[in-house]
C-alpha cells in the first residue's frame, strides 16, 4: 500500500499538540537552532503555548505539522505550509528540524518531501515558495535536492549577528518533487 498523506520514509507530520510545548519553547531559545530563522528575541513559555493554540487545528490558510520520526514517534522538529492563496494555489513554507541531534540523518529531507507531497496531492497546490538564508548552506542544498529552484536574491535583507544578509527566494511547482536522491 502506498505511503499515507503524513508518512515519508523516515518522518510523520501530526497535529502540534500542547504537550509539545517544552521542547519547543528549548529549541527555538537555543540560537544554535534559530541561527537560520527569523526569530531572534527570547521566546517564552506563554509565546510557544499561544504559537501551538492558533496553529493545532491546521487547515488550508496554515496546514502546520509538528515531525516525528516514523519508528519510535519522537519529536524532532516543525513544518509549515502557510499563507495559501486558493487563487494563486500557492503557499510559503518554513521547516525547523529543532531536535540537533537529529541533523544531517535525512529527516529534513524526508521532512520537506512528506509536506511537499502533502501540498500537491491533499491541498491542491501549484507552487510552494519559501525564503531561506544564503548562508545557510545546508537547507539550501536540501532544498535544491528535492527540487526547488532559485528564483531571485533580496540583497542584504537580513540584518543579523552584526552584519547584513541576503535571502534567497526559491520554489517549487507541482511536478517538479524529487522524490528520490539522484545517483
Ligand atoms: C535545514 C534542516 C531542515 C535540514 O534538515 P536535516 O535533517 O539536517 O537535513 P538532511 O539530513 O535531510 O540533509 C542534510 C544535507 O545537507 C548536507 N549538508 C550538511 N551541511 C552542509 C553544508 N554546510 N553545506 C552543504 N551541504 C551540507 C548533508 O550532507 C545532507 O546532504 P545529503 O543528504 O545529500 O548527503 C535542519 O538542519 C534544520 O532545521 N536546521 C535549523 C533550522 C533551519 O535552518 N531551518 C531552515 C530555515 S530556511
Known sequence: MAP???EGTLVRLRAREPEDAPLLFQWFND?????HLAMRYPLSMKSEREFIESVSSPGYAHAGFAVETLGDRRLI????????SPENRCASLGIAIGDKASWDGGYGTDTMRTVCRFGFEMMNLHRIQLEVYANNERARHVYEKVGFVLEGRRRQALYKYGSYHDVLVMSLLEGELQLEDRP
Open 4 to 6: 499515507g498523506p503524513f
Open 31 to 35: 540560537p544554535e537552532v534559530t541561527e
Open 77 to 84: 522538529g516543525g513544518v509549515d505550509l502557510l499563507n495559501a
